[in-house]
């Protein structure tokens, strides 16, 4: 069986992904892309985690997160088509309307 | 003897009535409330006078004013011979004067204000002389002072005007406070402020000294001093002189009843009120001798030169004012409010009658100026006839009031036990010739020869004023020749009737004469009437000579000594001499270091600083929010990994 600690490193590994990915990629698509995948690291944490302490709870949790995220990355998509339809940008430093 | 009240608080109900209702209501019907309250003050005051005659005295509190552990003072009246002589004096020429102010204000936008002002100083002033503790006096001289500002800036859209009545108040500012330290020095003495336990007591302390900046003074000789120090102020003496002759931008009446017949004598009230203090201290009486003495003669060097009529009588009001001071300094308090009280009557006439005349010139571009005019005679005999008693009486020409008045004082002083008797007596003497010169060049260049100022005046010719106007100057005018005859002295085979009255209160002047004079103590008097009487009466030939039959003299002066001619001209520089040595300095200091470091720097840079330094801040933070979202996510993930780091590590 493999030890928890692996999926953790695994989780770590897929989240400091989608966090340099959010961080340093300017492509909108490639931004939710990214958060999806910091999203998936943590699921991955928390199912590893509730199998290692035989909670199933966190197995339902999971399925609930994964069913809102898959909701979150519809209005997410939509937002960014209608975003491309009025400006055709899709590179997020040109958005700069909250500008101090 | 309660009805003593209503003397002042009749004109304080006119004032305020006038002044509430006065613009929209009144407007030109506002003389008719202050000059009824005034008559009736007038009455009353003459009631208390008769009945003082008659031996009545009173000293009572109102209404507890102030009460602050043993510190009590009340609002207080006290009738005394001294008191109802001055409520009688002020409310009659108050009243004289309201009835002569509609006629000459008639038209004034500013008709219901005067009358609402000129009375709040008939209230003021009656405050001053009636009150029976040095507080409410302290009430009245500050009240008074008021009023003289704003009846001085009467015309405040005038520039000059508006000075003359700043000038006025700061300079009184300088003698107030050493006022208002000599009232505390006398609670702190006495602890009470009332007049009688403190002059009740005076004696017991005058030994007793007090230690100032390493010099062991006599108690009552500061007491004195600083007291005298209002005194200067008020009664505009050496060296706060300087605001009287300014006071005559505001308009004649109040030069009249203000600046020549009552608040200014107020000084010389004070010295009188407070004798007791000031007979204790020789060095006391020698300061107020001197002042007297040098301001009577530097005001009547300076009158001769000036060609502004009121500015010569403001000069003239000087000089008298110092005769009064010279009496207070030799002892002679009688003859000192006998001067007093007459000067007002014919002082007053004189400005009135300057007022009357300037209503004549109105057209012209300065109406007081007498090089344009003269030849008034013929088109205003009744102020030309008023004018002249009024400047016989201050000549000194036997059988006028001034003559009786000023002779007591110059008698008083030659006769005194002080030292500095005979230096004022010569003084005083010799001030009587100027006197009578500048009084009569008034005269001679006004109403005498021909009429010069006929193109200024653009084809209207002078006329006489209004009955309203003439009629007081009437009844000051006999005014200016009767009240000298209550003080006849008994050389003359008079009995002084004033002196006696006043004897309760102001005692006896001190003389000490060489034996060998003492017994022809009367032939000495008489013998020294006569030579003050030949010294006017020379002065009133020579200013006849030069002003009447020979003008080319006129020039002889200002072309012989043009030096001496523009330091008399120019006020012996005094005006110069405080710019320089008092205004400059204060102004730098207020504008300099005042202004740019203490309040530019400090103050203004602490206000301004703080939100200076929020907005600097501000700015800086603003760099963060550049609106990409990838910067924020980038804070947002290193701020997390700082917080986790934290938590790791300890």
């Known amino acids: ?100 | 003897m309660t009805y003593v009240v209503w003397i002042p608080f009749l004109p304080l109900i006119a004032s305020i009535i006038t002044l509430l209702f006065g613009r929209w209501y009144i407007q030109k019907r506002a003389h008719w409330l202050p000059c009824i309250a005034v008559f009736g003050s007038f009455l009353l005051a003459m009631k208390t006078l008769i009945a003082v005659i008659h031996g009545a005295r009173a000293s009572f509190d109102l209404y507890s004013w102030i009460i602050a552990d043993t510190f009590k003072v009340g609002v207080g009246f006290q009738v005394d011979p001294l008191s109802a002589m001055m409520m009688a004096m002020v409310t009659c020429l108050s009243f004289l004067i309201h009835v002569y102010s509609i006629g000459y204000m008639e038209d004034d936008p500013g008709y219901y204000r005067f009358f609402a002002y000129i009375s709040l100083f008939t209230f003021s002033m009656l405050m001053l002389v009636s009150g029976n503790n040095f507080l409410q006096l302290f009430f009245g001289w500050e009240a008074v002072g008021l009023c003289s500002y704003l009846l001085i800036g009467f015309w405040y859209q005038k520039k000059s005007a508006a000075d003359a009545a700043k000038k006025a108040f700061i300079v009184n500012r300088f003698g107030d406070f050493g006022f208002a330290l000599g009232v505390f020095l006398v609670f702190l003495t006495f602890g009470t402020v009332y007049y009688q336990p403190v002059f009740e007591h005076v004696h017991e302390v005058a030994h007793e000294t007090i230690r100032l900046f390493g010099h062991d003074v006599l108690l009552v000789t500061l007491m004195a001093v600083l007291l005298f120090c209002g005194s200067l102020g008020k009664s505009a003496q050496f060296p706060l002189h300087v605001w009287l002759p300014d006071a005559m931008e505001g308009p004649t009446p109040v030069s009249a009843l203000i600046h020549a017949a009552t608040m200014v004598t107020a000084g010389v009230f004070l010295v009188c009120r407070c004798h007791e203090i000031f007979e204790l201290s020789n060095v006391a009486m020698a300061v107020v001798a001197a002042a007297g003495t040098f301001t009577c003669f530097m005001a009547a060097t300076i009158a001769p030169t000036q060609f502004d009529i009121k500015r010569v009588i403001a000069y003239s009001t000087l000089s008298q004012l110092g005769y009064m001071f010279m009496a207070c300094g030799v002892g002679a308090f009688a003859a000192g409010m006998f001067h007093l009280f007459t000067h007002a009557y014919f002082k007053a006439l004189l400005f009135l009658g300057a007022g009357s005349v300037m209503h004549a010139m109105h057209h012209a571009p300065d109406p007081t100026d007498m090089r344009y005019m003269g030849g008034l005679k013929k088109y205003m005999p009744e102020t030309f006839w008023t004018f002249l008693i009024a400047s016989l009486s201050i000549s000194g020409v036997p059988g006028l009031a001034g003559f009786f008045s000023k002779d007591e004082i110059l008698w008083s002083a030659f006769a005194s036990v002080y030292p500095w008797g005979k230096l004022v007596w010569f003084v005083g003497t010799l001030v009587a010739g100027l006197t009578a010169f500048y009084s009569f060049r008034v005269v001679f260049m006004t109403f005498f020869g021909e009429f010069r100022g006929r193109e200024v005046l653009h084809g209207h010719e002078p006329h006489e004023s209004p009955k309203v106007m003439t009629i007081p100057l009437m009844i000051l005018a006999v005014g200016a020749v009767v009240t000298g005859w209550l003080g006849v002295p008994s050389a003359l085979g008079g009995s002084n009737h004033f002196a006696h009255f006043m004897e309760p209160v102001l005692g006896h002047p001190h003389f000490h004469l060489s034996p060998a004079l003492e017994e022809h103590e009367h032939l000495v008097e008489l013998l020294l009437m006569g030579v003050s009487t030949v010294v006017g009466l020379l002065g009133i030939y020579i200013a006849y000579v030069v002003y009447c039959q020979r003008p080319e003299l006129q020039r002889l002066l200002p072309e012989k000594c043009p030096k001496l001619y523009r330091y008399l001209y120019r006020k012996w520089y005094w005006d110069e001499i405080y710019l320089y040595s008092i205004i400059k300095p204060t102004l730098f200091l207020a504008r300099g270091v005042i202004q740019g470091v203490l309040d530019s720097a400090c103050i203004e840079g602490t206000v301004n600083g703080i939100p200076d330094l929020i907005r600097r801040g501000g700015e800086g933070l603003r760099k963060l929010q550049n609106g990409v979202v990838n910067t924020y996510a980038l804070i947002m993930a290193t701020g997390a990994a700082v917080v986790l780091l934290l938590i790791y590590l300890f």
């Not at chain 1, 999203?39 to 997160?65: C, Q, Y």
């Not at chain 1, 339809?85 to 590179?91: N, P």
């Open chain 1, 1 to 100: 069986m493999i030890p928890i600690s692996w999926y953790l490193v695994l989780s770590l590994v897929l989240f400091a992904l989608g966090a340099f990915g959010f961080i340093a990629r300017r492509n909108v698509i490639i931004m939710l892309m990214c958060i999806e995948i910091m999203l998936n690291a943590v699921n991955i944490s928390l199912v590893a985690l509730g199998r290692g302490l035989e909670d199933t709870a966190a197995h339902l949790l999971v399925f609930f997160v994964i069913a809102v995220a898959a909701g979150e990355a519809a209005i997410g998509l939509a937002l960014v088509v209608l975003l491309f339809k009025k400006t055709r940008e899709v590179h997020m430093d040109e958005f700069r309307l909250l500008k101090g």
